[in-house]
Nanobody, 124 residues
Framework: QLRLVESGGGLVQPGGSLTISCTTS????????IGWFRQAPGKGREGVSS????????NYADSVRGRFTISRDDAKSTVYLQMSSLKPDDTGVYYC?????????????????WGQGTQVTVSS
């Protein structure tokens, strides 16, 4: 069973930056698409960004395009989400997920394995 662990969340002021990470200790992420999703209080889970297993293909939600960057370092079995120009609407629990079929979509139902999430709060 692939176990994903997110880290790097925290409190940041509007306009600030934060990088969160997704890693696994037991298996490699090399063969998986990885997606980042978020869930704000009282709202459904939203796809934020994804990257293909090769790292060549990326996908972003319109709400974060130009502000967030996804990247992967397979030698470290880690995927990063660099977030800049953060807004209060970016607040939520951020989850990473892995997709064996390498679909790199932003649809939660396409992903097989999920982490526990890391809280990101954008507030002054």
């Amino acid at each position: 069973q692939l176990r994903l662990v997110e880290s790097g969340g925290g409190l940041v002021q509007p306009g600030g930056s934060l990088t969160i990470s997704c890693t696994t200790s037991k298996y490699t992420l090399r063969d998986y698409s990885i997606g980042w999703f978020r869930q704000a209080p009282g709202k459904g889970r939203e796809g934020v960004s994804s990257v293909s297993s090769s790292g060549d293909l990326t996908n972003y939600a319109d709400s974060v395009r130009g502000r967030f960057t996804i990247s992967r370092d397979d030698a470290k079995s880690t995927v990063y989400l660099q977030m800049s120009s953060l807004k209060p609407d970016d607040t939520g629990v951020y989850y990473c997920a892995a997709d064996w079929s390498d679909s790199w979509t932003l649809r939660a139902e396409d992903y097989d394995h999920w982490g526990q999430g890391t809280q990101v709060t954008v507030s002054s």
